[in-house]
Every structure is written in structure tokens, then in C-alpha cells.
């Protein structure tokens, strides 16, 4: 079974930046798909970033290109997000997310998620 663990979360205010990390067991990044979503207060799952399996190419959202970067550190079978120049529209809830496909950007194709951390941004 693939268990993952975040951390990260916090209240900052607009322009400041914030680092997620996601610590996956059971599992090896050779084996799943990394992806992390978010979810606002009355709003669905947005996607927000991901690799793909088969080339390790990176898929962004969006409304976070350019801002957010997703990386990885193998060794520590550890994902994570960077996330620069947030703005309020990016509060909500981060889920740390993997996929046993090739490459997905629908929470649909997760199958196994983190807790969630709450990242809250003032203006």
C-alpha cells in the first residue's frame, strides 16, 4: 500500500513563497505518478502539477505556470512544490496525489492520496 505524507502548509501573505514536500512509502517514483491538486472551500479538485512516467516531463496548470515548480528527490522518495509569488486565489487545500498511470491530470486517476495541508495566502 502507498502511504504519503505532507507537510508544508502555512498563512503568508501575497508575494511571499512556500515549499511542500511529500514523503511517499510503499512505493518507489519508478512505480507511480506524482501529481499535487488543490481544492478551495466550495470549489472541485483543481489540478495543479505533475510528471509523466514515461519521459519525466512536467505538466502545470495554468493559473500556476511560471509560479509553482514540482520537483523530486529520488533518493528520499520525496516530491515536491515550490511555490513563488502567491497570490490569494491560491488558497485552498494541497493534496499531494499518485497515479499507477503513465501520466494523469485528473484526481480521478489518483488512487492514493496525502492528508492534505492548508496553504492560506492574505492579501
Known amino acids: 500500500q502507498v502511504q504519503l505524507l505532507e507537510s508544508g502548509g502555512g498563512l503568508v501573505q501575497a508575494g511571499d513563497s512556500l515549499r511542500l514536500s511529500c514523503t511517499v512509502s510503499g512505493r518507489t517514483f519508478r512505480s507511480v505518478v506524482m501529481g499535487w491538486f488543490r481544492q478551495a472551500p466550495g470549489k472541485g479538485r483543481e489540478f495543479v502539477a505533475t510528471?509523466?512516467?514515461?519521459?519525466?516531463?512536467?505538466y502545470y496548470a495554468d493559473s500556476v505556470k511560471g509560479r509553482f515548480t514540482i520537483s523530486r528527490d529520488n533518493a528520499k522518495n520525496t516530491v515536491y512544490l515550490q511555490m513563488n509569488s502567491l497570490k490569494p486565489e491560491d488558497t485552498a487545500v494541497y493534496y499531494c496525489?499518485?497515479?499507477?498511470?503513465?501520466?494523469?491530470?485528473?484526481?480521478?486517476?489518483?488512487?492514493?492520496w496525502g492528508q492534505g495541508t492548508q496553504v492560506t495566502v492574505s492579501s
Open positions: 496525489a499518485a497515479s499507477l498511470l503513465p501520466v494523469a491530470v485528473d484526481w480521478r486517476d489518483y488512487v492514493y
Open positions: 510528471f509523466s512516467r514515461s519521459d519525466g516531463n512536467t
